[in-house]
């Protein structure tokens, strides 16, 4: 039985290791398996791996928040593909007139004459990269496959797609979503206020607009272009803004006075100056502090899936066989404060989006960190099941260390455990030896079976008057002892007449009844002895008296 419950403790703790070590592996699985393209790692040349040779230009320059986004999914993308990236920024953000672009051409164009550079793949970031690219494409790239991303304008991405081993990602920003959100959290505001600039970027999302209120003709809007007003003016047209007003943030990044804002300072601009006036981000890149959030178009994703698409032509896939992508790429994102300053619950925002600054919740709190979570939970469930085991083993254990086989009783053990116990601390105590009366010739007449089904019939009528004071074991045959504690010390005479009136009912074995006697002697500490250890042997000493007075008696050691 022992053995039994090893194998099923052992079975448990195999199994469940198992499965944690299942859902270790699993994630680091799924890491060497990016989309559904399997990569190679480049070209062979004689032996040598030869890496992939990138140029990426990008329209702005790396602190712009678009960039870092952009290159992040970009190379999450390519993978484990083996390459090299050179990347070229434009900084059109301050350097975009005529002899700007031409500059940067003449800088390009020495670069790779010097550098004698030949490319395998250009990646192309925002509208001003495209377009250089594609006007100096067969001077500079030749052939060479491009990938663009970012591309405000569509009618600009259709058109460069439609060229010759050319694809790429429009930037299509998620008018309808946002609408649908706006009219639901908001549904007392009916004008929206359109925030642009005179950038490029900022014209081709303006024109995408236009074209997303075609098919919303109840809508109402306007136009607040930043590059036409002061900054004095630009203050008062916010300030002047009220409770029926929306903001659709598209681009900020200048004024009529020819200050350059950064995402930071132009969204602290419009926090200082715009007063219980909502504002819903259009891109990522303006989800910043201060900013309510919104359905973003996700520069990091739309990177990500340029890259793959990158990964495809290099391992010999025609760009022209992918189609462009002008669908929207967008992630759900907000702020706690302005959540909390517009009283807006996260039950009513979409599922899955991302809370910067959240109140702390459970069930998004499990959602993100479900993988870690659910193992934590397996090792608890583990340790949990190796305990109640465990304890269910040692009660065993323990039930079968201090408990007689046959009578089920305590046994010797126990008894002698709580001898030492109340001897080590002098407690006072009283100790009956127990023996029944010819049980040899029990065994003899009616044999071994029956003899153990008295042992077990004594037993149970010694448990029916036991007692957190009074207990009975058996030490061995035919022999009990009784332990007597409290303030039951002082009815120690009582007890055995007790016993002597509980035993004298006849047993019945097999339709058979047997006749029981019992032999008692006891004695008690303190008061027959000063030695507890010696409590045993005074007891002894008064059931032998009994004994070789005729049996079926007691005595007290006193009454000796």
Do not use: W
């Amino acid at each position: 039985m022992n053995n039994k419950k090893k194998g099923i403790f052992m079975s448990v703790v195999i199994t469940c290791c198992l499965v944690i070590a299942c859902l270790l592996i699993a994630p680091f699985n799924k890491a060497y398996n990016i989309g559904n393209h399997a990569y190679v790692n480049a070209t062979e040349v004689s032996g040598t791996i030869v890496p992939y040779n990138i140029l990426c230009i990008c329209s702005y320059n790396y602190s712009y928040a678009t960039v870092p986004q952009h290159i992040e999914g970009l190379e999450q993308g390519l993978g484990n593909l083996s390459y090299e990236i050179t990347y070229e920024n434009m900084d059109a953000k301050r350097f975009y007139e005529a002899q700007d672009i031409e500059k940067f051409h003449d800088y390009l164009a020495y670069k790779m004459e010097k550098s004698n550079a030949s490319y395998d793949l250009i990646f192309l970031i925002d509208d001003t990269a495209l377009r250089f690219a594609i006007n100096y494409r067969d001077e500079l790239f030749g052939n060479t496959p491009i990938v663009f991303m970012g591309i405000n304008s569509v009618s600009d991405a259709t058109t460069s797609a439609a060229l010759e081993n050319v694809t790429g990602i429009a930037e299509t920003l998620d008018f309808e979503s946002n609408y649908t959100l706006m009219k639901s959290l908001f549904p007392d505001r009916n004008e929206i206020v359109v925030l642009c600039d005179g950038t490029n970027t900022s014209a081709g999302e303006y024109v995408e607009f236009l074209k997303f209120t075609e098919d919303h003709p109840e809508i109402t809007y306007t136009v607040l272009n930043t590059s036409y007003y002061t900054n004095k003016g630009l203050r008062r047209a916010l300030s002047e803004l009220d409770e029926d007003d929306i903001i659709y943030y598209l681009d900020f990044s200048q004024d009529g006075d020819g200050n350059i804002y950064t995402l930071k300072s132009a969204a602290s601009f419009i926090d200082e100056n715009v007063t219980n006036v909502p504002v819903i981000s259009l891109s990522m890149a303006n989800c910043i502090d201060n900013i309510f959030g919104g359905i973003s178009y996700s520069y990091t994703q739309a990177g990500e899936i340029a890259g793959k698409m990158a990964g495809k032509i290099l391992n010999g896939v025609d760009a022209d066989n992918i189609p462009l992508v002008n669908e929207t790429i967008s992630e759900a994102y907000f702020y706690q404060d302005s959540l909390d300053e517009f009283n807006i619950s996260a039950s009513k925002l979409p599922k899955d989006c991302t809370i910067a600054n959240e109140h702390f919740n459970i069930v998004r709190y499990y959602k993100e960190n479900a993988l870690i979570l659910n193992l934590i939970m397996l090792v608890i469930i583990l340790l949990f099941v190796i305990i109640v085991i465990q304890a269910r083993f040692n009660r065993q254990h323990e039930k079968m260390l201090n408990n007689d086989y046959l009578t089920k009783i305590p046994n010797r053990h126990y008894i002698n455990q709580k001898l030492e116990q109340l001897s080590s601390t002098y407690t006072p105590y009283g100790l009956a030896m127990i023996d029944i009366d010819h049980f040899k010739e029990i065994n003899d007449s009616y044999g071994h079976i029956a003899g153990d089904e008295v042992l077990k019939e004594v037993s149970n009528r010694f448990s029916s008057i036991a007692t957190k004071n009074i207990t009975f074991s058996r030490i061995g045959g035919d022999e009990f002892m009784m332990l007597i504690t409290g303030n039951e010390i002082d009815n120690a005479d009582t007890i055995c007449q007790h016993i002597r009136k509980m035993i004298k009912y006849p047993i019945t074995v097999e339709g058979k009844n047997i006749q029981v006697t019992l032999s008692i002697g006891c004695a008690l500490y303190p008061s027959d002895i000063n030695d507890p250890t010696q409590v045993m042997s005074l007891a002894d000493k008064a059931l032998y008296y009994v004994k070789e007075n005729g049996r079926n008696n007691y005595k007290l050691f006193s009454d000796l």
